[in-house]
């Protein structure tokens, strides 16, 4: 077995080291005040960085919600719309038919009493006919 491990870190170390600023805690301490002046500087800069990509990415993210919130409004209101147009139809319907019913009921009747008229014409026939044939019989009124 080998005691020479890898450092886990130092993939970490060498990639920061090449961006030209150090991780904390990953350096030796320093005595000279320049030196950590300009190491703040460069933290600074870099904190300065994320929170501008922070603040770019959740105005992002707020922004592609509010766009999700619009357009399954915007697809509510279609699918009402259309639901409303179906029901004004139907309801358009129902109403025209309702404003029909005297004309629907007339032109019930009209069909009845043309139904009936054949038949009524058939009795009226069939009466004058026996008519003439009942004339010819006299009643006689004394015994």
Same mark, same amino acid.
């Given at each position: 077995m080998s005691t020479n491990s890898p450092d886990p870190l130092d993939f970490l170390k060498n990639m920061w080291g090449n961006m030209g600023f150090n991780l904390p805690g990953m350096v030796t301490p320093t005595l000279d005040v320049d030196e950590l002046e300009k190491q703040i500087t460069n933290m600074k800069a870099v904190e300065g960085w994320l929170k501008m990509n922070l603040q770019t990415l959740q105005m992002t993210i707020q922004g592609l919600e509010m766009q999700r919130m *619009?357009? #399954? /409004?915007? #697809? !509510?209101?279609? #699918? /009402?719309s259309t639901s409303n147009a179906q029901d004004s139809s139907a309801n358009a319907n129902a109403f025209a038919n309702a404003a029909m =019913?005297? =004309?629907?009921?007339? @032109?019930? @009747?009209? !069909? /009845? *009493?043309a139904e009936a008229a054949p038949a009524q014409a058939a009795e009226e026939t069939a009466a004058a006919e026996a008519a003439p044939a009942a004339k010819g019989k006299k009643p006689s009124a004394k015994g």
């Open positions: *619009t357009l #399954q /409004a915007m #697809q !509510a209101i279609s #699918q /009402a =019913w005297p =004309w629907n009921l007339m @032109a019930g @009747a009209g !069909a /009845a *009493t």
